[in-house]
Nanobody
Framework: QLQLVESGGGLVQPGGSLRLSCVAS????????IGWFRQVPGKEREGVSC????????SYADPVKGRFTISRDYAKRTVYLQMNSLKPEDTAVYYC??????????????????WGQGTQVTASS
């Protein structure tokens, strides 16, 4: 069974940076699209970014474009989310998720079957 483990969250001041990591239990990056999502209590989970297994193409939600960067390391079975210029509205629990497809990814939550436990990101002064 595929397992995903997120890490790297924490408390930063607005304008600061964090790098989140998502480590997969299998050699999954060749076969699974990986997405990052976030959720605030009382709000629906929203897509942040994703990276495709087939060609490494990426997608970003409008609020994070130009500030967040998704990348992958095949040897470490890890997908990263570099978050720069963090804003208070970025505060949320961030989840990574996997979709067993070999097509371009999307940041729709409904397409992902496997989910990590989440890591808290707080941007506050």
């Amino acid at each position: 069974q595929l397992q995903l483990v997120e890490s790297g969250g924490g408390l930063v001041q607005p304008g600061g940076s964090l790098r989140l990591s998502c480590v997969a239990s299998e050699f999954t990056l060749d076969y699974y699209n990986i997405g990052w999502f976030r959720q605030v209590p009382g709000k629906e989970r929203e897509g942040v970014s994703c990276i495709s297994a087939n060609d490494g193409s990426v997608s970003y939600a409008d609020p994070v474009k130009g500030r967040f960067t998704i990348s992958r390391d095949y040897a470490k079975r890890t997908v990263y989310l570099q978050m720069n210029s963090l804003k208070p509205e970025d505060t949320a629990v961030y989840y990574c998720a996997a979709e067993n497809r070999y097509l371009d990814c999307s940041i729709s939550t409904a397409r992902y079957e496997y989910w990590g436990q989440g890591t808290q990101v707080t941007a506050s002064s």
